[in-house]
């Protein structure tokens, strides 16, 4: 049963960096769809696996585009 989380891209600077996250989130096994919407500093994840792995693997990809984007969960 797929799931759907928000997340918050605290310190997400620029447009391009967050259509950056949105596609590589966008290719990790498990997840489904990602929308990241940068006004409001956030990314939303339906996914089909364990939230814990979502979160790191956001996190992960949020610090490869800009080391300065700290992820936190809503």
């Not at 966008?26 to 990602?34: F, H, M």
């Not at 409001?40 to 949020?62: G, L, M, T, W």
């Amino acid at each position: 049963m797929a799931m759907v989380k928000d997340y918050i891209l605290e310190g997400l600077c620029c447009p391009k960096c967050a259509v950056e996250i949105e596609n590589m989130a966008a290719q990790i096994e498990g997840i489904r769809k990602s929308a990241v919407d940068f006004p409001s500093k956030r990314i939303a994840v339906e996914f089909d696996c364990d939230e814990r792995e979502i979160f790191r693997a956001v996190a992960d990809i949020a610090s490869e585009v800009d080391e300065n984007i700290i992820v936190k969960a809503i």
